[in-house]
Nanobody, 123 residues
Framework: QVQLVESGGGLVQAGGSLRLSCAAS????????MGWFRQAAGKEREFVAI????????NYADSVKGRFTISRDNAKNTVYLQMNSLKPEDTAVYYC????????????????WGKGTLVTVSS
């Protein structure tokens, strides 16, 4: 079955950096977007960043634009989130997400989520 495993979360001081990884297995993820969402305590889950299968198209939430960089390595079925200049408001559980696009949706209409990795940014 499809499994997404996040790693790289932890405790970091404001201004520091972390790199999150999400390794996906159980499918060939061609034509799947891969992205990151986060959920802070007491708040709704929110979009953070997404990257297309080719890696040529990315999108970021305004709150992280210029600080976070998303990338993927299709040979490893892994998506990364490089987080720089971290702020306390970035504290959240970060979830990996994969979603089929285009023709891939004909064979797999499911959207997949990891269990999350906690990022805590201290002030």
């Amino acid at each position: 079955q499809v499994q997404l495993v996040e790693s790289g979360g932890g405790l970091v001081q404001a201004g520091g950096s972390l790199r999150l990884s999400c390794a996906a297995s159980g499918r060939t993820f061609s034509s799947y977007d891969m992205g990151w969402f986060r959920q802070a305590a007491g708040k709704e889950r929110e979009f953070v960043a997404i990257v297309s299968w080719s890696g040529g198209s990315t999108n970021y939430a305004d709150s992280v634009k210029g600080r976070f960089t998303i990338s993927r390595d299709n040979a490893k079925n892994t998506v990364y989130l490089q987080m720089n200049s971290l702020k306390p408001e970035d504290t959240a559980v970060y979830y990996c997400n994969v979603k089929p696009r285009g023709l891939a949706r004909l064979t797999d209409a499911m959207e997949y989520w990891g269990k999350g990795t906690l990022v805590t940014v201290s002030s």
